[in-house]
């Protein structure tokens, strides 16, 4: 998708740098913005993971915690990673929440991520993972 996903953003999201407040150094780009604090430019780039769960939501739900955790060990070497959860649920069902919580609490406590905010909302049954990184 890297070739779609940079002409996309050429045609449709390029936005003139004029357009950028003072500390935002170069932007718009793939997943990634540079921007100043403190004296120092930083990167923060961002990655999601999408999941649809389907009527065996544990195990879809193991699946993706799993595609998680290996995105997880890919990003290792950045020291500040931070993670959005974001839930879209049909129902409540808390035995599975109770064991999904408890699943990527562990996945990030293992990694030294904190799970910093997200959404749940009701509607049709998915998982999202934004992965927040800053360099």
């Not at 290996?70 to 990673?81: G, M, P, Q, V, Y």
């Not at 409540?92 to 909302?121: M, P, R």
Request: charged share 15%; net charge negative; glycine share 4%.
């Amino acid at each position: 998708m890297s070739a779609i996903e940079f002409s996309i953003i050429e045609k449709y999201f390029q936005i003139s740098s004029d357009c950028y407040p003072q500390d935002i150094v170069m932007g718009s780009g793939d997943d990634a913005a540079v921007f100043a604090a403190n004296r120092q430019n930083k990167t923060l780039t961002s990655d999601f993971l999408h999941t649809k769960l389907n009527s065996s939501k544990t195990q879809s739900a193991d699946n993706s915690l799993h595609q998680l955790s290996a995105f997880l060990n890919k990003t290792s070497d950045i020291e500040h990673r931070y993670l959005l959860l974001n839930l879209s649920l049909t129902e409540t069902n808390e035995q599975w929440l109770a064991y999904f919580s408890e699943s990527i609490h562990q996945i990030l406590a293992d990694n030294n991520i904190s799970l910093i905010g997200g959404d749940t909302t009701s509607g049709g049954d998915f998982i999202v993972y934004q992965l927040l990184m800053i360099q």
